[in-house]
């Protein structure tokens, strides 16, 4: 019992992760296009300077949360999945410091430099998440000789559509974000960039959708148990919403645009049951919630914590968006007495 | 070269530049939630440009130290699977607390603090420095009580081939635990001291806002005073929990060869590890390392050569780190303790080559930090959970070193690039005088 509530744990962790970071990820792809002069591009950039690194904590903890429950699956699908980890990596790192970095030398091509890395290593996690998610889903190549994969063969076509997928999910996500958190004609681009992303996404979503079938075991647990296609309905209906929704509030959309995250990610998490990482060599092989779990006193110890911590983490993030909740306004970066990035 | 070697190699560089940032972020967060308080309470603006002051380089500094703990949550995974597999049931559980209990709390009151100026009242501003440096301290407990663990386990069963908690408790609270915590985040408040004194004193030296910098450096000497004697009397206490359960890390850090009654202390010692002997031994004091390790001067202290060869650390990189590391600390206490009392003697801008000796000294308790972190994990060689797991049986099957080489050619670029930036930004930012108290400063 202790292993099935930390799995489910364990997908809320990065589905939390993806709708937090994701309109991170969103807005720093869209930046350096949506933003047209230096005090656009610092808007763009302190709509979501008070919370990008909370944001991220996320992953530290879903990371740290497989080590804690799940370290047989923590050993091997960090040493497995090397190269696009390392990419990942690197990328965190540099788009960390950049929003640091960038405002604190006065010189334009500094700022263009660090504006490039911000696009480029928001891209690049935004993609490569999707293609260590798509190949989880389909399995990686082990057995007891150990891994037999290699970067080239986690870029296979379903690694590659996930990736896209998940970053038209996070772009939307992003510019929905900014369609209310930014004012004047960096929200008008927001908005006609999120309408414009909206009907690709949608293609996307439905192609991944069939070519899971085909890639993947994921349907057998709901042929099993059809009771949990409610969770994919809710995934497509958000969707759908979310066009639905930005005839009125593009406030409401972006809600939309996290409830399909989170309900994507746990359609993906349901059909990998019981399962953290399939083997698509030898199904005797794949590391589940049973055999690559801590002991059960741990998991009970890790348990009370995550009980007694999350809420309260929880309560002051809600605390804190709700204090930034307002959109900035140029007059806001003007204001010498406000600090802002 | 082998997966071991590069895979420590790469350790060993990504934490000892994480280490860089760390200690200043535990012991500037604190002084900085001080200044802010000494404003809330007295309304003096003084107080509140100290601050800001300070504040901006606590984030240029934060922001280095905060991307580069992410690799090393990565990199247990990635080049050390057999040792995330082998402990993951007790190693594990303190790094997912950590992010849980300290992460959230540090980067969500940052995120407050940074932007926040207006949007909360003074106190809840104040607030949120407390909390981003209580997140950090507690950080830093849960991921040395997770250290304390790889060096003195305690609280397991060998089952399921591998080790299991039995006792969580037993290393949350275990001596090694606590003594490291304190040993280590006081010493970072000693590297957060120094460094306002050192850039008040910088300041003080051109006449830059004297009465504000002369402010700051009084805070920094005090919160100093109080560090170097934490760090210095726990540092005694932590090496008496190290004989206890370390030998062979404490015969490494005294070079001492053979067991011996009474241990004499050698002042100046060149060991010569190819013979098991030491080169040179000058300047002994009778029974001193007895005194020192056991508190006993007729203790017995177990010589490196009752170790098989193949269970003792390097010697010399070990005692080299730990001679350094304590002649600095000591350093620590006169320097504070002479800054102490020139305040309270109000004569330290009459003593202009003492604040030139404070602006040199600010890289002094960086290089403690650096060695003493050389003593841990190197003295503890050759395992990587002491007396359970080898270092050599604790890496990735998976991943071949030309997959490591490149990886650390990454970070190596990455890291120097990046370090360089950053140590440029605060020497700026720290050469600058700080803003008029109408015009506050924004980025």
């Known amino acids: 019992m202790l292993n099935v509530i930390w799995f489910a744990l364990w997908g809320l962790l990065w589905a939390v992760y993806f709708m937090l970071d994701g309109f991170d990820f969103g807005v720093g792809i869209l930046h350096p296009f949506i933003a047209k002069d230096d005090i656009e591009r610092r808007m763009v950039i302190n709509t979501i300077g008070p919370v990008w690194d909370g944001n991220e904590v996320w992953l530290i903890t879903a990371g740290g949360a497989t080590f804690a429950a799940f370290p047989t699956t923590y050993a091997y699908m960090f040493s497995y999945l090397y190269t696009p980890l390392f990419l990942i990596l690197a990328s965190l790192i540099l788009r960390g410091v950049s929003f640091e970095f960038r405002g604190k030398?006065?010189?334009?091509?500094?700022?263009?430099?660090?504006?490039?890395?911000?696009?480029?290593?928001?891209?690049?996690?935004?993609?490569?998440?999707?293609?260590?998610?798509?190949?989880?889903?389909?399995?990686?190549?082990?057995?007891?000789?150990?891994?037999?994969g290699t970067l080239f063969t986690l870029l296979n076509p379903y690694g590659l559509l996930t990736g896209v997928f998940f970053m038209l999910l996070f772009l939307e996500h992003g510019a929905l974000w900014l369609s209310f958190k930014a004012s004047n004609s960096v929200t008008e681009r927001a908005q006609s960039t999120a309408q414009k992303t909206w009907p690709l996404l949608l293609i996307v979503a439905v192609l991944f959708l069939i070519y899971t079938k085909f890639a993947t075991k994921l349907y057998d647990n709901y042929i099993n148990h059809p009771l949990?296609?409610?969770?994919?309905?809710?995934?497509?209906?958000?969707?759908?919403?979310?066009?639905?929704f930005m005839k009125t509030s593009y406030a409401k959309a972006f809600i939309a645009s996290c409830v399909t995250i989170v309900t994507t990610v746990f359609t993906g998490i349901i059909g990998l049951y019981p399962n953290l990482i399939p083997s698509n060599i030898n199904p005797a092989y794949n590391l589940t919630i049973f055999n690559s779990s801590s002991s059960q006193y741990t998991l009970k110890v890790m348990l009370i914590v995550a009980v007694i911590f999350v809420p309260i983490v929880i309560a002051y993030q809600f605390w804190a968006h709700m204090l930034f909740k307002e959109a900035i306004k140029k007059e806001d970066l003007e204001d010498k007495e406000v600090e802002t990035y | 070269m082998d997966t071991v070697l590069l895979a420590r190699w790469q350790f060993a560089l990504t934490a000892l530049f994480h280490f860089i940032f760390v200690p200043l972020t535990l012991g500037l967060s604190f002084l900085v939630a001080i200044m802010e308080t000494a404003y809330v309470r007295t309304g003096n603006e003084?107080?509140?440009?100290?601050?800001?002051f300070f504040g901006k380089l606590f984030l240029i500094n934060f922001a280095l130290g905060l991307v580069t703990g992410i690799t090393l949550e990565f990199e247990f995974g990635m080049n050390w699977a057999r040792y995330s597999k082998f402990v993951g049931d007790i190693f594990g559980s303190p790094l997912a607390i950590e992010a849980t209990m300290a992460f959230f709390l540090e980067s969500t009151f940052l995120g407050v603090w940074i932007f926040g100026w207006k949007k909360v009242s003074k106190t809840v501003h104040a607030l949120s420095a407390w909390l981003v440096a209580f997140g950090t301290n507690i950080s830093a407990l849960w991921i040395l009580i997770a250290n304390a663990w790889m060096q003195h386990p305690v609280g397991y069963v060998i089952r399921n081939g591998r080790a299991e908690f039995v006792n969580f408790w037993a290393a949350v609270l275990q001596p090694y635990a606590i003594l490291k915590f304190l040993h280590t985040v006081s010493a970072g408040y000693v590297v957060g001291s120094f460094f306002v004194m050192g850039i008040s004193a910088y300041h003080l030296l051109k006449n830059h806002e004297v009465d504000l910098f002369k402010k700051a450096f009084k805070i920094g000497a005090y919160f100093g005073l109080f560090a170097?004697?934490?760090?210095f009397i726990v540092g005694d206490m932590h090496a008496g929990e190290v004989a206890k359960t370390q030998p062979t890390k404490l015969a490494a850090m005294e070079s001492?060869?053979?067991?011996?009654?009474g241990a004499p202390m050698y002042l100046f010692l060149i060991p010569d590890e190819k013979h098991e002997k030491n080169a040179v031994e000058l300047f002994g004091v009778p029974k001193m390392l007895s005194i020192l390790a056991y508190h006993d001067p007729n203790a017995t202290v177990r010589g490196l050569k009752s170790f098989p060869k193949n269970d003792r650390p390097p010697v010399t990189i070990t005692f080299v780190s730990f001679r350094t590391m304590v002649a600095l600390g000591t350093l620590f206490v006169l320097l504070t303790l002479f800054a102490f009392y020139l305040i309270k003697r109000d004569k330290l801008l009459d003593n202009k080559w003492f604040l030139k000796l404070m602006v040199l000294a600010i890289p002094l308790p960086y290089l403690a930090c650096e060695l003493g972190w050389i003593v841990a994990e190197v003295g503890r060689q050759p395992w990587i959970v002491y007396g359970l797991l080898r270092t050599s049986q604790a890496t990735s099957t998976a991943v071949t070193p030309a997959q490591i080489i490149m990886t650390i050619v990454g970070f190596v670029f990455l890291y120097s690039v990046l370090g360089f930036i950053d140590i440029y930004l605060l020497i700026k930012y720290a050469r600058k005088v700080p803003e008029p108290a109408t015009k506050e400063g924004g980025y």
């Open chain 2, 256 to 261: 001492l060869w053979n067991t011996q009654k």
């Open chain 2, 46 to 52: 003084t107080y509140l440009r100290m601050t800001k």
């Open chain 1, 105 to 148: 030398i006065e010189s334009e091509g500094w700022k263009k430099f660090w504006d490039f890395i911000i696009f480029l290593f928001s891209l690049i996690p935004a993609i490569l998440f999707g293609v260590a998610f798509g190949n989880i889903f389909e399995g990686l190549p082990f057995d007891a000789n150990g891994y037999h």
């Open chain 2, 228 to 231: 170097s004697l934490v760090v």
């Open chain 1, 228 to 244: 949990w296609f409610i969770v994919p309905a809710i995934a497509v209906i958000s969707l759908l919403l979310i066009k639905a």
